[in-house]
């Protein structure tokens, strides 16, 4: 018979802790700070936030906005200007090419027209005469 090991069988007992071995090693001392001066905090302004505005200050700040802001729509509105008369001029011009070119096709138009009543008064007395 033949005889399998399993693994129970094969696990030895750990009836020992083993221990982790100690490694010493050499690490230098860090010295202590040096104070240089000191800081007074009560001079500091610790505020967090701005001191608030008198009411004078706040009025003066809002017309000065508003004076800036003024100038701005006066710009845009300016701009506004210039390119609805220059979009104008060029819808004149392009307005005044189409009315020529109407004009000259009425024009050539209307010469055709009296050809061809020329040329039907001739057929006309080409016909009656004979």
Same mark, same amino acid.
């Given at each position: 018979?033949?005889?399998?090991?399993?693994?129970?069988?094969?696990?030895?007992?750990?009836?020992?802790?083993?221990?982790?071995?100690?490694?010493?090693?050499?690490?230098?001392?860090?010295?202590?700070?040096?104070?240089?001066?000191?800081?007074?905090?009560?001079?500091?302004?610790?505020?967090?936030?701005?001191?608030?505005?008198?009411?004078?200050?706040? %009025?003066?700040?809002?017309?000065?906005?508003?004076?800036?802001?003024? &100038? =701005?729509? *006066?710009?845009?509105? !300016?701009? #506004? %200007?210039?390119?609805?008369?220059?979009?104008?001029?060029?819808?004149? &011009? =392009?307005? *005044?090419?189409?009315? !020529?070119? #109407?004009?000259?096709?009425?024009?050539?138009?209307?010469?055709?027209?009296? &050809?061809?009543?020329?040329?039907?008064?001739?057929?006309?007395?080409?016909?009656?005469?004979?």
């Amino acid at each position: 018979m033949i005889e399998t090991k399993t693994e129970e069988q094969d696990a030895t007992p750990l009836s020992k802790e083993v221990e982790p071995e100690l490694i010493k090693m050499d690490i230098p001392t860090l010295k202590a700070p040096t104070i240089v001066g000191k800081i007074d905090l009560d001079a500091i302004n610790a505020r967090v936030r701005p001191v608030r505005k008198t009411r004078a200050e706040r %009025k003066k700040d809002a017309q000065a906005r508003y004076i800036i802001e003024a &100038k =701005k729509r *006066k710009e845009i509105n !300016e701009t #506004f %200007k210039e390119k609805r008369i220059k979009k104008r001029q060029e819808t004149e &011009k =392009k307005s *005044k090419g189409k009315q !020529e070119l #109407f004009e000259n096709s009425n024009r050539y138009i209307n010469k055709i027209k009296k &050809k061809i009543v020329h040329i039907a008064r001739k057929i006309y007395r080409l016909l009656h005469n004979d």
